[in-house]
């Protein structure tokens, strides 16, 4: 939904998260290994998990009639905008189950919570290391034995 909050907002969550957050306030300058610093899920390697912020705005909302004119003005005041841990399905500050708390609202398709996971892979025994050896061998690249 184009008029979302959190689409109309995503710039200045992105700005708040990568250069304010990350990188002046925990000092985070450099990438993780083969993943670009800033990038789309999609295009990440596989973690177990990531953390998510999500905005809280504060708006005032104007509507002005001109009967003359027969026309109706609508302005938008953001009066702040607040960065907090996202809130999930099951648990709060974590991607995957944003994803899935914003699936289950009819947000983001099933699909869209699958490709999700293919790269947030969960903390389960084992399942980093299978996931990485998976995409190894969609290049060819296999363990030797």
Not at 93 to 100: C, G, M, P
Not at 122 to 136: D, P, V
Request: hydrophobic letters at 35%; charged letters at 25%; a neutral charge.
């Amino acid at each position: 939904d184009p008029l979302h909050r959190d689409t109309v907002m995503r710039g200045n969550l992105l700005f708040y998260v990568s250069m304010y957050d990350h990188l002046t306030q925990r000092g985070y300058a450099r990438n993780i290994p083969g993943s670009p610093m800033c990038a789309c899920s999609e295009n990440m390697a596989v973690v177990t998990r990531a953390d998510c912020t999500q905005t809280a705005t504060t708006e005032a909302t104007t509507l002005k009639w001109t009967a003359s004119a027969t026309s109706l003005d609508a302005s938008i005041d953001i009066k702040s905008v607040k960065f907090n841990a996202c809130t999930g399905l099951n648990a709060n500050n974590n991607l995957e189950e944003r994803v899935k708390k914003l699936e289950s609202e009819g947000q983001v398709t099933t699909e869209v919570r699958e490709a999700v996971q293919e790269v947030l892979v969960g903390s389960t025994a084992g399942k980093c290391n299978a996931a990485i050896e998976e995409f190894l061998g969609t290049k060819n690249i296999t363990r030797k034995t």
